[in-house]
């Protein structure tokens, strides 16, 4: 049932623009589906979704490409390998990393 559900929501965000997980819960009940808001998050986080801006300026929902994904663990590695620490004050996250890391690190950023 899991991956017949997950399986619909790919569908969906394929084939429709779809901004909100209400919008989610909408398509499914009209395919029979009868899912919770808790249902529609944890199916987003497991089969990888993002919110993507559209031509039109709006954000919907689309799968992490791999693109995206080869982006995001050379970021994970490269973060992993300079961490030092963090510490936080109200709305203000300071990470702190290994002295001149940017200088050698920032070329792995870029394609």
Avoid at 22 to 43: N, P
Avoid at 85 to 109: C, E, M, P
Wanted: net charge positive; charged share 30%; hydrophobic share 35%.
């Amino acid at each position: 049932m899991k991956y017949n559900r997950q399986a619909k929501i790919l569908e969906i965000i394929d084939k429709e623009v779809i901004e909100t997980q209400e919008e989610i819960a909408d398509r499914l009940k009209k395919a029979g589906m009868e899912v919770t808001q808790a249902t529609i998050s944890r199916d987003i986080k497991e089969l990888r979704l993002i919110k993507v801006m559209t031509e039109d300026g709006r954000y919907k929902y689309a799968p992490l490409t791999n693109t995206d994904n080869t982006v995001y663990n050379r970021l994970m590695t490269i973060f992993s390998e300079s961490y030092v620490s963090s510490d936080y004050a109200n709305n203000i996250v300071v990470v702190k990393t290994f002295r001149a890391w940017h200088r050698h690190r920032h070329r792995q950023l870029t394609p």
